[in-house]
């Protein structure tokens, strides 16, 4: 079966710290740009890290310097390590598989991405 699973989400304190996992089967991370994203009620999903195959990275403004994305294509999987958390990073959080190797400039509108459910809660209380 074709999937990309996250996990890893919990409830935490602002100022906290996680790290989300996403395994993938089915298919070979290290052929393709992968990302997080996350969405919260109301909102729009956003684009939260993204890396190429070549361990390229790229973060939204809104989690830089506090995001770091890798990858571990022996493994099959991605991580998302966040420290000092916030409450507006309360989301649920999926990861998501890019059409190519490199993660273009737009990456971060999830467009032709392939997304997989359920993703992973992250509750950030103050």
């Known amino acids: 079966q074709v999937q990309s699973v996250a996990s890893g989400g919990d409830s935490v304190q602002a100022g906290g710290s996680l790290r989300l996992s996403c395994a993938s089967s089915?298919?070979?991370?290290?052929?393709?740009?992968m990302a997080w994203f996350r969405q919260s009620p109301g909102k729009e999903r956003e684009g939260v890290a993204a890396?190429?195959?070549?361990?390229?990275?790229s973060y939204a403004d809104s989690v830089k310097g506090r995001a770091i994305i890798s990858r571990d294509n022996a493994k099959n999987v991605i991580y998302l390590e966040m420290s000092s958390l916030k409450p507006e990073d309360t989301a649920t959080y999926y990861c998501?598989?890019?059409?190519?190797?490199?993660?273009?400039?737009?990456?971060?509108?999830?467009?032709?991405?392939?997304?997989w459910g359920p993703g992973t809660q992250v509750t950030v209380s103050s």
């Open positions: 998501a598989r890019g059409p190519s190797r490199s993660c273009d400039r737009g990456w971060f509108s999830g467009r032709f991405f392939t997304f």
């Open positions: 890396v190429s195959t070549g361990s390229l990275k």
């Open positions: 089915g298919y070979g991370i290290s052929e393709h740009c």
